[in-house]
């Protein structure tokens, strides 16, 4: 189920943050970083020459994933070190994201993404702010 919610993610995720204002042009589906007896897994990632988004993808998001999914944002720079001069920002996506998830999440400086009838949104407000890594 987690690999149709990517699928459905995936065509809308760079004009999304585009019309956010994040001019992202490329994204990168299932990246598999090893080094240092760590590893890092990413679902999907959104880039340009100085903003890296990390989308979480789940069926149904909880608060438990969005905290493994902050402590694995921790590491992306340390693990992905080509990256350590853009500013990253993280995301999560998901069919069923409950209201309190989703406000859990934009509290933490995350992006959420959610399904809203045939489209994929994003649920912050315009004058959110996301936290950066």
Not at 78 to 102: C, T
Request: hydrophobic share 45%.
């Amino acid at each position: 189920l987690g690999e149709f919610v990517e699928w459905q993610v995936r065509p809308a995720v760079v004009r999304l943050f585009q019309e956010r204002g994040i001019d992202v042009h490329e994204f990168h589906p299932g990246i598999s970083v090893k080094r240092d007896n760590e590893g890092l897994e990413i679902d999907l990632l959104v880039v340009n020459d100085t903003d890296a988004i990390l989308v979480e993808v789940k069926s149904k998001l909880t608060q438990r994933d969005v905290d493994e999914y902050l402590q694995r944002l921790a590491k992306f720079k340390r693990l992905m070190p080509r990256f350590r001069d853009v500013k990253a920002l993280g995301a999560v996506a998901a069919m069923v994201v409950p209201n309190e998830v989703a406000s859990y999440a934009c509290r933490q400086g995350l992006f959420v993404l959610v399904q809203s009838g045939e489209n994929v949104i994003i649920l912050n407000d315009a004058e959110f702010t996301p936290r950066v890594w």
